[in-house]
């Protein structure tokens, strides 16, 4: 029987894989893969918590709100690094220090 | 005869206006002003002469001196120092004294013009001259102490200047520099007169009077108690003043030096008045002098008398046996004084003026010719050398032929100096070897070397001048032949003051009679000696032990002239008695007088050499150490703000750099951290959940 | 002429701001400044001869007293007035000034400056023998400091910024003692003042004060009042100056310019006995007896010393800067002499006629040193066969200094001894070698530098000119007075003698028993 420890298991290993995506990538797209993978992480946790606790909608809801704000998020994002492709070549986010104190 | 103040100011007045006009407008007046000068100086004589008649023959000072004080002088302010006048005081002594000075100075004016003639500063000599006869004047005039001490530095003054004449010349005789004989006069008389300003002071603290008679009341009315030795210390010091102006051993060092200065100065100043004014100034201050005090003035003139005469012996420049002979001269009026015989003293001190002032007038007369005749064959003079000397009488020989008025004075002046019956000088001469006669053998036998000296000066006296009389007049010429024909008699205005003093050698002026056994003339008489302030006074000797003295010490004192003349008449034949062998023979008591005693060079070695030395060390020690401590001070302080500047800098400011440093540096440190990459801040992020999460847990 | 003394101290201000205005473009300007100068301290002059015919000889009051209120808060006042004592002094820096400035009429460098300076050290001068506030009296004294550290350092010889400087902390050394004994002073008095007068009277003291209550003697067994006496003495000993702070006197007299080495000589060394005994003697009277001795010893040492280390000189200069020493010496033993009234006087005589003699000396040192750019005695030699009128002005100027009868310095000297010989015999004989070593260094001088065979670097013609007239002019008013002191004192006695009679009585009496024989 898949109880809750096992969803919470794996979205850890989710949120882990994210966190590494983002601190050892550093190209700009593997960076956002990085930042869905943990969002997605947080999602699998409010679906899980929702099903497992009182039984209600609350979490999915939570989680689609989620879903949604990150596909913005997302576009938001891609058209930034579209744009500092276009200004340094590159998407290398280490190269793009202008705005570096 | 009364005489008014007016009379004493017109004295003192004249030669002083005669002084300031020589001295701005001299050299614009014809002939150089010397007519002002001898003027203002002839009406002087004038009116001396009249005090002095009046004196003599209506008694005018008989009791009660003239006196006129001019109140006010130091102040108006009512008691006391400031309440002190000053003033005029006339009589006897004084009257003489005018009349000596006035004299002598217009008969020695009189020949300066023809001695001085062609001078460029001929106007200013004249000046000094008067300068100085009012100098006299003043010292001779005064009624106080203070008078008299300003008068004896004034005359000081005018002998400096007059010394100095003829500053410009290296040298005017062997060893004599003007410049620098001028300063020995002063400072040596300077020395003295520190003695007398002592003297002055410290009758002036017992008395608070400066007035002769008020100080001589004060004295006698026990204004020094139980204090005689300070009385006798105070006369010793006043006689300080007198030692250096007579020329007193050991004082005299600077009198051979004056010679200096032109003839007729010597003449005048340095034989004839000014010197006397150490004899004046005992004289007047006779009534302060205690025994001992006297005892010990009478000592050092005695010494002097013999010590002058010696070195006079061997002397051959014909100023210095002059001079030498004035030293020891004076000393016979200072002892004179001191043992009693108060007028055989100043009589002494007149004749003395008319004779040595004819002697030295003489000697100018000579050297001028000497010098003409040498400039007329072309011999360049030259005082370094004997050669060429014309004041060495050694050069002279026999100018009788072409001077006669010259030598017929001088052998007169001889004679009265040597003290020959029919002459002044006998007179006087005798008086005082009579009073020294009575002090020394009669009354106070443990005193006898005082008369010893005497009567030893005595022969000597007659010797030395008799020497001087042959050496220079006698004998045949030596001079080149184109020389000799220069050797002329000199003018009329040098030649007539020479007769007139030579007239006023004779007897017959001061006593009828010529052996003074009969009459004793008028001087004792004119010149009393006043009556002692002091408590316990010296016992006159009764009359009639002094006239047998008196007749004792004449003969004595006859066959002394006669042996000094027989021992010179030997020298003139020349090989019987000889100071060239003498000389020759390497003979140290011969050396020892030619340098007189070497008591110059003493001086020179200690005194002087010993000041200068102290001053050089003084000057170091104030440069090197008084001004060193205050640089050191100096450095000290700038040594001591350096260190504070370091302290400052690296310690109190180094603190607050090092806080603001270590600030900066930890900042630099730790801004490290913040690289700019998102992954170091999740890094960051993801450690410290970590470490937040096991914290937690545990 | 009420106000005679504000007017008499402050015209030279009034002179010195004319000549500040003066533009130095303009063409003529450096006469224009040197005749206002001129203009200036002649109308000081014309004053002080009103002051001296005003002068009522009769008093030893203060005389034309002004008093006005100046900083109200501490009591400070506006006080100017003269007696007997300071009367000659005033008197003196008139004369000195007016002197001065034709003895500047040479002075090339920056001439506006000069004179300005020089008119505010007259203000200054004059100030300090006038005020009779110690505030004032402070005030004035600091004044004249400042324009003679620039006279020196700006105007001088080779060396002036060392002498300027040594001058100026000497003297402030000086300064400061004096502030904090006068600080002492006011401190304990009973009614807040800073008057000199008020202070000479000892009931104006809190007779519980430190100062007059018998203190431990802490410091070197020295009471409080001894203690203020001594930073007054030493101030003014600086000023004098007494041995053995006499060392800035030579430095400072070589390097200034000669109209300011005049006024060094002939007024500023009056200002330290002129403090002693305005302040020292009526204010601490029986401390000065206390120390009277003391003085005595320094003033003998001062004749002596001075004399014999004049005689080493080899600078004209310095030589008679020593000789100032000397002569100054006088002064200091004639004050402490009170068996009779010729102490006083005579210190306060010789006040004056040493600051008209010395200023004559360096006037003619400055002639000779104008004409052959040195001072060396040795380098000269037989200048009076080149130069008879400067050469008879330069000895009858020495021979006042050495004292010579007929010379006012003679006076003094013989008023110092007779006052000195009743009250430290001793001191005296001692003193009166300084006679005797004075006519040694000047006549050695003399010998050396005018007498003797022509030097031949002054053989041709124009080598060493005559002196001029307007050197003539400068030194000649001096040698007037000289002379007429000389032969007839009781003019500047009489100024003097009832001031001094009534100091002498507060002197004897605080001496007491120890004055009679």
Not at chain 2, 54 to 78: E, K, Q
Not at chain 2, 374 to 386: D, F, I, K, T
Not at chain 3, 422 to 443: D, T
Request: with cysteine; proline share 4%.
């Amino acid at each position: 029987m898949v109880q809750l420890p096992h969803f919470l298991t794996v979205s850890a290993l989710l949120f882990a894989a994210g966190v590494f995506a983002v601190v050892t990538r550093r190209n700009a797209v593997a960076l956002l893969m990085g930042v869905e993978l943990m969002l997605n992480a947080a999602n699998l946790n409010f679906a899980a918590f929702s099903r497992f606790s009182h039984n209600s909608l609350d979490g999915q809801i939570f989680a689609m709100l989620s879903i949604v704000t990150a596909a913005a998020e997302v576009a938001v994002a891609l058209a930034i690094v579209l744009n500092i492709y276009r200004n340094i070549e590159t998407i290398d986010a280490d190269q793009a220090g202008d705005l570096r104190g | 005869m009364e005489t008014t103040i007016t009379t004493y100011a017109l004295i003192l007045a004249l030669p002083l206006v005669a002084f300031v006009v020589q001295v701005f407008f001299g050299k614009r007046l014809p002939r150089g002003g010397d007519w002002l000068v001898i003027g203002a100086i002839c009406i002087d004589l004038l009116l001396s002469l009249r005090v002095f008649f009046g004196a003599l023959f209506f008694s005018s000072f008989a009791g009660t001196p003239f006196v006129w004080n001019l109140r006010g002088w130091l102040g108006d302010a009512g008691t006391g120092v400031l309440a002190l006048s000053t003033g005029i005081l006339v009589d006897n002594v004084t009257a003489m004294m005018l009349v000596v000075v006035t004299s002598c100075s217009t008969l020695i004016f009189l020949f300066s013009t023809g001695y001085m003639a062609g001078h460029r500063r001929y106007s200013l000599f004249f000046a000094y001259l008067s300068l100085f006869a009012f100098s006299m004047l003043l010292l001779v005039l005064g009624n106080n102490l203070i008078a008299l001490f300003m008068g004896w530095e004034l005359v000081g003054l005018s002998s400096y200047l007059l010394i100095g004449f003829l500053f410009e010349e290296p040298v005017v005789a062997p060893d004599i520099v003007p410049a620098s004989a001028c300063k020995k006069a002063f400072i040596t008389n300077r020395i003295g007169d520190t003695g007398f300003l002592l003297g002055i002071l410290t009758l002036f603290s017992f008395t608070g009077k400066i007035a002769y008679g008020d100080v001589f009341e004060a004295v006698r009315n026990g204004a020094f108690g139980d204090h005689t030795t300070l009385l006798t210390v105070a006369g010793i010091l006043l006689f300080c003043g007198a030692m250096a102006k007579s020329a007193q051993f050991p004082l005299h060092v600077w009198l051979p030096d004056a010679m200096a200065g032109p003839t007729p100065v010597s003449a005048l100043i340095h034989a004839a008045t000014m010197v006397a004014a150490g004899v004046y100034m005992v004289a007047r201050l006779y009534p302060l002098f205690t025994p001992d005090a006297l005892t010990f003035i009478a000592y050092v003139g005695a010494f002097t008398a013999l010590f002058g005469a010696t070195i006079a012996l061997v002397m051959n420049d014909i100023k210095r046996v002059l001079a030498y002979s004035t030293i020891s001269q004076l000393g016979y009026m200072v002892f004179g004084l001191g043992v009693g015989a108060y007028s055989a003293g100043l009589f002494h001190l007149m004749t003395h003026a008319f004779f040595k002032a004819l002697l030295f007038l003489a000697a100018g007369s000579v050297i001028h010719a000497m010098h003409r005749a040498y400039h007329y064959a072309g011999l360049e003079w030259n005082p370094r050398s004997r050669e060429n000397d014309a004041q060495d009488m050694r050069n002279m020989d026999g100018l009788r032929k072409a001077m006669p008025v010259t030598f017929a004075t001088t052998a007169v002046a001889v004679l009265a100096i040597s003290g020959v019956p029919f002459t002044s000088g006998f007179l006087s001469k005798d008086m005082i070897l009579g009073g020294a006669f009575a002090f020394g053998f009669v009354e106070n036998p443990q005193h006898f070397l005082i008369p010893v000296f005497g009567f030893a000066a005595a022969v000597l006296t007659a010797f030395y001048m008799a020497r001087l009389l042959i050496m220079t007049f006698l004998g045949t010429n030596r001079m080149a032949e184109r020389g000799q024909e220069a050797l002329r008699e000199s003018p009329w205005n040098m030649t007539v003051p020479l007769v007139l003093l030579a007239v006023l050698c004779g007897w017959f002026w001061y006593n009828p009679d010529p052996t003074t056994i009969f009459a004793k003339g008028w001087v004792s008489s004119f010149l009393t000696p006043p009556a002692s302030a002091v408590p316990q006074t010296l016992v006159a000797a009764p009359a009639d032990a002094h006239h047998a003295a008196h007749v004792a010490a004449m003969l004595v004192s006859l066959s002394c002239a006669g042996a000094g003349f027989f021992a010179a008449w030997m020298l003139g034949r020349r090989g019987a008695i000889s100071l060239e062998h003498w000389r020759l023979s390497g003979s140290r008591v011969y050396y020892l007088l030619a340098n007189k005693y070497y008591v110059d060079e003493l001086y020179n070695r200690t005194v002087v050499a010993g000041m200068v030395q102290v001053s050089r060390i003084l000057g170091w020690f104030d440069k090197v150490l008084v001004d060193g401590v205050v640089n050191a001070t100096g450095r000290f302080q700038t040594g001591l703000s350096e260190l504070s500047g370091f302290v400052d800098r690296y310690g109190v400011d180094g603190l607050v750099n090092a806080l603001a440093g270590f600030v900066r540096d930890t900042g630099n440190e730790v801004r490290q951290i913040q690289t700019g990459r998102i992954q170091n801040y999740v890094v960051y992020a993801t450690v410290g959940l970590i470490v937040l999460i096991v914290v937690t847990g545990m | 002429m009420s106000n005679i003394l504000s007017w008499l101290t402050f015209l030279p201000l009034v002179g010195m701001a004319a000549i500040l205005v003066i533009p130095t473009r303009l063409r003529k300007s450096t006469g224009l400044i040197r005749y206002v100068a001129l203009g200036t301290t002649l109308g000081c002059f014309a004053l002080a001869a009103w002051l001296f015919f005003a002068f009522d000889r009769s008093s030893s009051a203060m005389q034309f007293v002004e008093n006005a209120d100046w900083i109200p808060y501490f009591s400070i006042r506006y006080t100017l007035g003269v007696d007997g004592l300071s009367i000659l002094m005033v008197l003196l820096t008139q004369i000195i000034g007016l002197v001065g400035v034709i003895a500047s009429w040479n002075i090339t460098k920056a001439v506006k400056g000069y004179f300005a300076l020089y008119l505010l050290l007259q203000t200054g001068m004059t100030g300090v023998f006038c005020a009779l506030d110690f505030v004032l009296f402070y005030v004035f004294w600091e004044v004249m400091l400042l324009p003679m550290y620039f006279l020196i350092g700006i105007w001088g010889g080779p060396r002036k910024e060392y002498a300027a400087i040594k001058f100026f902390l000497y003297t402030l050394l000086g300064s400061v003692l004096m502030l904090l004994a006068i600080l002492a002073l006011y401190l304990n008095m009973q009614a807040p003042s800073f008057s000199i007068t008020a202070m000479a009277d000892p009931a104006n003291f809190r007779a519980d004060g430190w100062l007059v209550r018998n203190m431990p003697t802490w410091f070197f067994g020295l009471t409080p009042k001894e203690l203020v006496w001594l930073a007054f003495f030493v101030g003014f000993a600086i000023k004098i100056p007494a041995f053995p702070f006499h060392t800035w006197l030579p430095d400072a007299h070589v390097e200034a310019p000669t109209a300011i080495s005049v006024i060094l000589a002939g007024i500023l060394l009056k200002m330290g006995t002129y403090g002693i005994l305005r302040v020292n003697f009526p204010i601490l009277p029986a401390e000065t007896v206390h120390f009277a001795t003391f003085i005595a010893v320094i003033a003998v040492i001062n004749i002596v010393y001075g004399a014999l280390c004049a005689m080493a000189q080899k600078d004209l200069k310095s030589l008679v800067a020593y000789s100032s020493i000397s002569h100054m010496g006088y002064v200091m033993l004639g004050m402490v002499s009170w068996r009779n009234e010729a102490g006083l006087n005579g210190a306060v005589l010789q006040m004056f006629n040493h600051g008209t003699i010395t200023a004559m000396l360096f006037l003619l040192v400055g002639v000779v040193y104008d004409r052959a750019h040195h001072r060396r005695i040795d380098g000269f030699g037989g200048l009076w066969a080149k130069a008879p009128v400067f050469s008879s002005l330069f000895v009858v100027a020495s021979m006042a200094a050495l004292g010579l009868p007929g010379l006012s310095g003679f006076i003094s000297e013989l008023l110092v001894f007779m006052g000195a010989f009743a009250s430290h015999r001793v001191f005296a004989v001692i003193a009166s070698s300084g006679i005797v070593l004075g006519a040694a260094y000047l006549l050695w001088t003399i010998q050396r530098v005018f007498m003797g065979p022509l030097n031949q670097a002054y053989a041709e013609k124009d080598a060493m000119p005559e002196i001029s007239p307007r050197e003539i002019a400068s030194v000649v008013p001096l040698m007037a007075i000289v002379i007429v002191l000389g032969v007839y004192p009781a003019p500047a006695l009489n100024l003097i003698g009832p001031t001094l009679g009534s100091l002498l009585q507060t002197m004897q009496s605080a001496a007491g028993a120890a004055i009679l024989p």
